[in-house]
């Protein structure tokens, strides 16, 4: 698991890599957590772009991270996703409970 | 049954070996010519059902996961995957959308995931037995 994240103007983006599924689920879904509590921000960017994989322990990083940004009032983006995130997260229907920014590619 | 090829893999149920599962069922599928998507499709059942296994089939121990593949007629992928763990009681419910019995990292979509992403999806069960996931997938011949 690796991932970078900053803050700015109130907005915390939280950029992920690589394959996301259950092996690793658990650290993003706490260090997420971790991040939100901290920066208390009103927007957290949740960027996939370089994310290649994810299955259903993607959509439980979502969900947590949706879960911390609802208890402090903020708003959860999803941003930059790619073809094989976009259908799993489609066939869950999450693309519908959380904001999706256009894909970049 | 008439096959053109089979492969068959054997490990334990370690989270690690979930990258490597999908990633070994996604190379033997290549032969078959598949598209970006179906590949992606592939990946993504083989990764819920071995997480399955690994999760919820053996959840205080390190058991067996046998994941067997077929290249059936017609561009057709056949998928197996087996554990001897807990089994399951209800598989209706197990099957459910959200529904999960694992903790808050668990979304409860793995098998939603599995029956809307490949072309027939049965899942058979008995308690104290095991767990037996069978998947197909047909592939578009392409032009």
Known sequence: MQFTSFLENGHLTVALTGEIDHHCAK????????????????????DFQDVTFVDSSGIAVVINALRSMSQIEGKLVLTGICAQPMRVFRASGIDKLVEIKEAVR | MKFNNFMILEFPSK????AFARSAV??????????????????????????????????????IITVRCRILKDN?????????????????????????????DRSGMGFTIMESFMTSFELSSEPGKGTTVHMRRRLQRRK
């Open chain 2, 76 to 104: 057709i992928l056949d998928i197996v995957v087996k554990d001897k763990g807990v089994g399951i009681a209800d598989i209706e419910q197990a099957k459910r959308p959200m529904f999960t019995t694992g903790g808050s």
């Open chain 1, 27 to 46: 650290n993003y879904i706490q260090s997420i957590a971790g991040k939100i509590e901290a920066y208390t921000p009103d927007v957290c960017i949740l």
């Open chain 2, 15 to 18: 989270s690690s070996n979930e």
């Open chain 2, 26 to 63: 996604a190379c033997f599928a290549a032969q078959m010519d598949p598209t970006l998507e179906e590949l992606g499709d592939i990946r993504t059942a083989v990764s819920e059902a071995v997480t399955n296994c690994i999760v919820h089939a053996y959840p205080n121990e390190l058991g």
